[in-house]
């Protein structure tokens, strides 16, 4: 398949991504620190969401584990390591960390950006920041 096909289907697997998560409620950093707030007044709404997320990804992980390209034709990179590591547990620390404090990850980050909210370009240049950062630090083997 030709790249401006990938391209044009990756934009709208973005897209149809972030109106998901704008449905959702995973973009709203209120909802999401609600319900990371197990000790105070927890929203367990996100729960549904996740549930249905796993619902909807598992079979389609197992059934492209069994692959090596995608169906537009390119290459499945798989992870290879397999061992919990401290470079792993550092890494979810720092993401769970980052996650409490701002109730904003990667994906609905760029969902903010996009709509011109002004807390996401700082929170998207010190995500920029932290991966550069750590591929300096701690190349990928």
């Known amino acids: 398949m030709h790249q401006s096909a990938r391209t044009v289907a990756a934009g709208l697997v973005g897209l149809l991504f972030g109106v998901g ?18 000790a105070g007044a927890w929203d367990p709404s996100l729960a549904l969401v996740m549930g ?10 197992a059934l492209s584990r069994h692959r090596d390209r995608g169906w ?5 990179d798989w992870p290879r390591a ?10 979810s620390a720092l993401f769970g960390v980052g996650w409490g404090m701002a109730g904003i990850c990667p994906g609905p980050a760029l969902v903010l950006l996009g709509a011109g909210v002004p ?3 700082g929170f ?3 995500m920029l920041v932290g991966i550069g950062l750590a591929g300096k630090l701690w190349p990928a083997r």
């Open 52 to 61: 249905g997320a796993i619902g909807v990804a598992l079979p389609a992980f």
């Open 72 to 76: 537009l034709g390119a290459r499945f």
């Open 82 to 91: 397999s061992q919990i590591d401290r470079r792993l547990l550092m890494g």
């Open 119 to 121: 807390e996401a370009f």
């Open 21 to 38: 998560l704008i449905v959702a409620g995973m973009a709203n950093p209120a909802k999401v620190l609600a319900f990371l707030d197990l």
């Open 124 to 126: 998207v240049a010190a």
